[in-house]
């Protein structure tokens, strides 16, 4: 995953192994402002409401400690959302608000428009790991769940989260999480649903508990009271008491009920002693059709019979839809004629119909008028798609089977969710299509194709990609060439993720030429997959003119959406040729993007805690280490959120070298077990050469030579290095370990491996490689008494090295380094710069210089001395010496007192900065 690059190729490698308009960062379409906070913002509260203090305290009683839940249920028409609003706007608490409607049936969705109702009151959840785990691309459900609940546990004030019209959540998975969450939830939070009926949690459980406050019909019914406070003193009816018992009998203290007979009673269409109820369902479509609709004048009739389907409304939307301009002037006297319409938000520009109202306007639009309705949905559906506004437009065209706007729509968008994972809901939309549509409108066929792909399922992806070119070769179509060029770019998509480009270039060479230049998202898809089929197999060249190409299209936001890829991209093939400050420029470019709050939730996880720990290996590189370690921080808690093992292994590693740079080998050992199961258990060879070049410097860091010996002598013997891909800091890691072993047979070893390695590199243009081949043959030749050779070597990678910033290549490299550069500063050889790299070992370092022992060693202490930095026991040592254990013992202790040291460890330290290992 090196930089993922096109959404194909990234999401085919997982299978195997490997977000002011807040509408817009939500739901990724530029939905207005005021449409979005609807859905956000407690409704504003009517002049003619009944007062409800009974309700009031109980749904306070709510947010008393222990009590976990609260449920508004009941039908339609008690009052529920006005009932919530009086509270959620008297109380003294913070109510989150969310109101629900049946495209929230995604989890990511679900949770996204939660955590910012949450925020509306408690901003600092904003910066908490569950926004940003949200603000990445498809979450994990369980991280989300778990930092959830790591957020609430810090939650100071009692808080509610209203969940309005929670009935219209169908999906399983939400009611699972919502039940995970209420059995784990703090004493300071608290959910509140709103519903017409018992949502599919374990309920018994939590009244058993004692955990659940619930209102219901008989809660929420009116009493005689708060019926006579709305029929005579806010509708002013004065209506005597017998006549208010009378309907209130009847309706059972069903408001809406009440409401419907206040409006008959008060156009003079009834008379309270004469009017009956004798079956809700049937008094309300009768009521409604034979009191309110008939004594209409038909302007206002046909107004709301046009517009009943709509389930938001705004002036303009419903001059679209009733082809007039009159829309907000019908709006505003359907609202003076109290006709069941609500305002949405306080500016009184969106508004909706009572549900009950709404339901009756569409069947009785269906049974007058059967022929107008597709054409009223289309009207519907070609104005939301003026607006920007995508998903309402899909599903009125849908509804109005307007083939031409599903085709817009199509081509617009389809690409861009399958690039910013809307997988489910673009599976929904594709569901909701005639399935023959597919063949018939290639834009929907290649989708479903892409969609296969993209969920793993290769071979379903190729039959896909095959019926819909049979299906084309069978028409008629001035765009043919086109269509079959886009058949083609996705047979190419699918050849470079099987690493095919002998199959892939003729694919992409076909397609390009017949695709017109106005097709900016399968050009780009072409370019992205072939810069990336390029840089996987280090055609560094090839790859970066690829991603050149999908630059030069990104001329719109789901354009800029794209280029973050890009940019990781490019900075990876700068990188690993060497070049820090363009990979650095790259992924800069990348970060600018990640952190911008207009695109929380569409990257995936796995891009923004990777250009995070990319980022933290190039500070480091420059010897910023705490730049890096920030940097390095940020990834990791990413990556922990997410669970993406690529990055999880590349950030212990650099935090493992991080506290390897600063002495701390017990920390760093800790991060490179961390990172030990996640390596063996994938095939990800450039960062396994990374783990062991790490590994084998700690385990000389704690003078554990025959270890690292051991395992050097076993990469070169058992023959599988060889065979193995991306294996040159592998065998730089032995080279190391031949250098420190240090015996003649060794060392030429060690020169014969980066010899080997330097000259790949440079045929390659892998610099970083060729640089640390040169650094330490230099230091190699020096260890052989080559002096004027080492120092010739060490210049040619200073020069290499010095226009990028390289510090940390040589800083790893130790005492050895130290004493070669401070012979490179004596002879002025790049003064500058090698007094940078000195002072990057730090004072310590600098004040090394050779000193003369007390008291000499004898040859025999010397020898011992050798095998003791090596590794060996005293029984070892004595076999090897032929002399006896006790013996052995006894010059240590020598050794010990002559180097003022206390354990083997440090008398090993001290010989190598002293050079007595020579």
Not at 573 to 596: C, F, M, N, P, T
Not at 625 to 631: C, E, G, P, R, V
Not at 720 to 747: H, I, S
Request: aromatic share 8%; hydrophobic share 45%; with cysteine.
């Amino acid at each position: 995953m090196d930089s993922p690059g096109s959404c194909f190729i990234l999401a085919a490698r997982l299978q195997v192994g490997e977000r002011q308009d807040l509408d817009l960062y939500i739901i990724m379409y530029c939905m207005p402002e005021t449409l979005l906070h609807t859905k956000l913002h407690i409704p504003p509260l009517r002049p003619d409401l009944v007062s409800r203090p009974r309700l009031i305290e109980r749904l306070n009683q709510g947010l008393q400690p222990g009590q976990k839940l609260t449920l508004v249920s009941a039908p339609a028409g008690y009052g529920k959302t006005t009932a919530m609003t009086q509270w959620a706007r008297s109380s003294r608490s913070p109510i989150g608000w969310l109101s629900l409607d049946r495209s929230d049936n995604i989890f990511e969705r679900f949770f996204r428009y939660l955590i910012i109702a949450w925020e509306e009151v408690q901003p600092e959840v904003m910066h908490s790991p569950l926004d940003t785990l949200l603000g990445t691309m498809a979450p994990d459900n369980e991280a989300v769940l778990a930092a959830f609940i790591n957020v609430a546990n810090e939650v100071s004030d009692h808080t509610a989260l209203v969940l309005n019209d929670y009935h219209l959540i169908e999906e399983p998975s939400i009611h699972q999480a919502l039940t995970f969450l209420i059995d784990h939830l703090p004493p300071m939070l608290h959910f509140v649903l709103v519903s017409r009926g018992e949502p599919p949690l374990p309920l018994a459980r939590y009244r058993a508990r004692g955990e659940l406050q619930e209102l219901g019909v008989d809660d929420l019914r009116f009493r005689p009271q708060e019926a006579h406070d709305l029929l005579n003193k806010l509708l002013g009816l004065a209506l005597p008491p017998e006549e208010i018992d009378s309907l209130q009998v009847q309706l059972e203290g069903w408001i809406a009920g009440l409401q419907m007979a206040a409006m008959a009673l008060r156009r003079g269409l009834a008379k309270a002693d004469r009017l009956t109820v004798d079956g809700r369902h049937r008094f309300v479509a009768d009521y409604l059709r034979e009191e309110v609709l008939a004594h209409l004048t038909d302007e206002m009739r046909q107004f709301l019979l046009k517009t009943g389907q709509l389930e938001r409304l705004c002036g303009p939307l419903c001059d679209a839809v009733t082809d007039k301009e009159n829309g907000q002037e019908m709006l505003e006297a359907v609202e003076r004629e109290g006709l069941f319409l609500a305002p949405l938000d306080d500016r009184r520009q969106w508004f909706r119909y009572h549900p009950l109202f709404s339901d009756f306007l569409g069947e009785e639009l269906h049974r007058r008028y059967p022929d107008e309705v597709a054409g009223l949905h289309r009207r519907a559906g070609r104005w939301f798609l003026a607006q920007g506004l995508i998903e309402p437009a899909f599903q009125h065209a849908v509804a109005g089977n307007d083939v031409e706007v599903i085709v817009q729509i199509a081509e617009g968008r389809f690409d861009l969710m399958l690039h910013i994972g809307q997988l489910k809901l673009l599976r929904r939309w594709l569901d909701a299509l005639p399935e023959e549509w597919q063949l018939q409108y290639p834009v929907i066929g290649l989708t479903q194709a892409n969609w296969l792909g993209l969920t793993g399922n290769l071979a379903a992806c190729l039959a896909q990609v095959d019926k819909v070119e049979q299906a084309l070769q069978h028409m008629e179509r001035a765009d043919l060439r086109w269509q079959l060029a886009r058949v083609n770019t996705v047979r190419c998509q699918i050849a470079c993720f099987q690493n095919n480009l002998a199959e892939a270039r003729p694919l992409a060479a076909r397609a390009l030429q017949d695709l017109p230049e106005i097709d900016h998202h399968y050009r780009a898809n072409i370019h992205h997959t072939m810069g990336d089929a390029y840089r996987h197999v280090g055609r560094w060249q090839e790859a970066r003119a690829h991603y050149h190409e999908v630059l030069a299209l990104v001329q719109d936001p789901a354009f800029r959406l794209r280029s973050t890829h890009v940019y990781g991209a490019l900075a990876d093939v700068e990188l690993r040729q060497g070049k820090l400050r363009d990979a650095a420029s790259y992924w800069d470019k990348s970060l600018s993007i990640i952190e911008e709050r207009d695109f929380w939730g569409e990257l995936p996880m796995p891009l923004t805690g990777w250009v995070y720990v990319r980022m933290a290996e190039i500070h480091y590189e420059w010897n910023d280490l705490q730049k890096a370690a920030d940097f390095v921080k940020r990834g990791l808690e990413l990556a922990d959120l997410g669970g993406v093992v690529q990055t999880l292994i590349v950030g212990y590693l650099i935090a493992g070298r991080l506290q390897l740079s600063r002495g701390d080998a017990e920390t760093a050992a800790n991060y490179l077990e961390r990172a030990r199961p996640l390596i063996e258990n994938a095939q990800f060879f450039h960062w396994l050469g990374r783990f062991e070049r790490l590994q084998t410097d700690l385990w000389l860091a704690q003078e554990k030579l025959r270890t690292a010996v051991n395992w050097s002598d076993q990469r070169l013997s058992d023959g599988t290095l060889e065979n193995r891909p991306q294996n040159e800091l592998t065998y730089m890691a032995v080279a190391r370990t031949l250098f420190v072993k240090g015996d003649r047979a060794a060392l030429q070893q060690a020169l014969t491996l980066l010899e080997q390695l330097e000259q790949s590199a440079g045929l390659e243009g892998r610099t970083a490689i060729q640089i640390e081949s040169l650094a330490l043959q230099a230091l190699t030749y020096q260890k052989r008494g080559e002096d004027a050779k080492a120092m010739t070597i060490l210049e040619q990678a200073l020069r290499m090295a010095e226009p990028e910033g390289y510090i940390r290549l040589f800083a790893d490299l130790g005492l050895p380094m130290v004493r070669l550069l401070q012979k490179a500063h004596t002879r002025e050889v790049m003064p500058t710069y090698v007094a940078l790299l000195l002072a990057a070992f730090g004072d310590d370092w600098l004040a090394v210089e050779r000193r003369p022992l007390p008291e000499p060693l004898t040859n025999r202490e010397a020898e011992i001395l050798k095998l003791i930095a090596a590794g060996l026991t005293n029984r070892e040592i004595a076999t090897q010496l032929f002399i006896s254990a006790e013996t052995v013992k006894k010059h240590a202790g020598n050794i010990y007192g002559k180097l003022n040291v206390t354990s083997r460890t440090e008398a090993a330290a001290i010989a190598r900065e002293l050079e007595l290992l020579d």
